[in-house]
């Protein structure tokens, strides 16, 4: 049929003198079939206008496009519309595209009432597919907004589907938002430790590691101790930021790491690390001694005074003293810190303290 026989049909159906029920039936199935016969045209913007007008199901549009339909779906909506390639299946992506986020603003202004189980469960389910959908038609015609749709807090991307898509893709820096927001932090760092040994590549690297274990909070701890182990051992500096360049307003979801744990880790991996921790102690490896910043990076800038860990770092100092490593730079910072803390406890350090330590164990005595 034509566009004009389509119209001719509707002017029919509205003059038909039959209950409202049906006359509407009528309509409806009138348009709905206009609306294919403009698909099958390649019309699509004015194709989807109509299903979008008839209030079609989103699931159903999207059948128009089978390859974007999960498995579980693709039999149900078998509409026989030609297989679409090239320009003319960017043209209808686009198209879709604009359906589905007018109906993805509509669909966030109606949800917010749960007392209904099964329209909850309908709503997030269907949530999903238009999410999804969006994400396979970016990444095929929009690949600049992959990245925002990942980032955007309420995104609803089915995992297993998004993550097939984005892998066969090979957008591996998309594929590791998608982690990090469904939480997916062991993944996310697996690949992005397969991809930071790679010599080429938006991943390649330890920057982006560093700076997703930035993000991460105490309740993942040990995933931050177990991979950031390697940067510590190749890229001492960048792997210290891991612990010391955070955000630590308590209404941060992320939150500050806890001090003595951090240290005990630290210590386990290197001790020289776990005094520039504690100091701020640029690496030592430039061979040029300075300082990170002008006070002890935890006893000062964090303003703890917790007396173990105060302990901790004289400890820590006089190990590496008797290891002969940079003996008087470390010397003067003892002194230095012995003579202005007040928070370490003097009667359980100085026993460590060998007799030739003597201006050491004088201020110890003195506390």
Not at 83 to 103: D, F, Q, T
Request: with cysteine; aromatic share 10%.
């Amino acid at each position: 049929m034509s566009s004009s026989q389509f119209e001719l049909s509707l002017r029919l159906a509205e003059m038909i003198d039959d209950d409202d029920e049906k006359k509407f039936e009528c309509l409806y199935d009138i348009q709905f079939k206009f609306a294919l016969h403009l698909f099958t045209k390649h019309r699509f913007e004015e194709s989807l206008r109509i299903f979008a007008r008839l209030d079609t199901g989103p699931i159903e549009v999207i059948g128009l496009f089978p390859a974007l339909l999960p498995k579980s779906h693709t039999k149900q909506y078998d509409y026989r519309v030609p297989v679409l390639a090239g320009a003319e299946l960017e043209k209808g992506y686009l198209a879709l595209i604009e359906y589905l986020m007018e109906k993805r603003n509509l669909q966030k202004k109606s949800t917010g009432n749960d007392s209904d189980v099964d329209l909850a469960s309908y709503q997030r389910d269907l949530s999903e597919i238009i999410d999804t959908t969006l994400l396979k038609c970016y990444v095929e015609v929009k690949e600049s907004l992959v990245g925002p749709l990942l980032k955007h807090p309420d995104n609803n991307c089915h995992l297993q589907e998004s993550e097939r898509t984005l892998i066969k893709a090979e957008k591996w820096s998309d594929l590791v938002l998608l982690y990090s927001s469904k939480r997916e932090h062991a993944k996310a760092l697996k690949l992005l430790i397969e991809k930071a040994h790679q010599k080429s590549g938006s991943l390649s690297g330890h920057t982006r590691t560093v700076e997703y274990l930035q993000n991460l909070g105490p309740d993942y701890l040990d995933l931050i101790f177990e991979y950031s182990k390697w940067i510590l051992k190749a890229h001492q500096f960048d792997g210290l930021k891991i612990f010391t360049v955070r955000n630590e307003d308590p209404r941060s979801e992320v939150g500050p790491l806890p001090v003595e744990k951090v240290v005990k880790f630290l210590k386990e991996v290197n001790k020289e690390i776990a005094i520039k921790y504690l100091v701020g102690k640029l690496d030592f490896l430039t061979r040029v001694v300075t300082w990170f910043c002008s006070q002890e990076h935890v006893i000062h800038e964090w303003r703890y005074k917790t007396p173990d860990l105060h302990n901790e770092l004289i400890l820590l100092y006089l190990f590496e003293i008797q290891e002969n490593r940079f003996v008087e730079d470390y010397r003067e910072q003892l002194m230095s810190f012995l003579e202005n803390s007040e928070s370490y406890k003097a009667a359980t350090l100085i026993r460590r303290f060998p007799p030739d330590f003597r201006h050491e164990r004088a201020l110890l005595s003195e506390n």
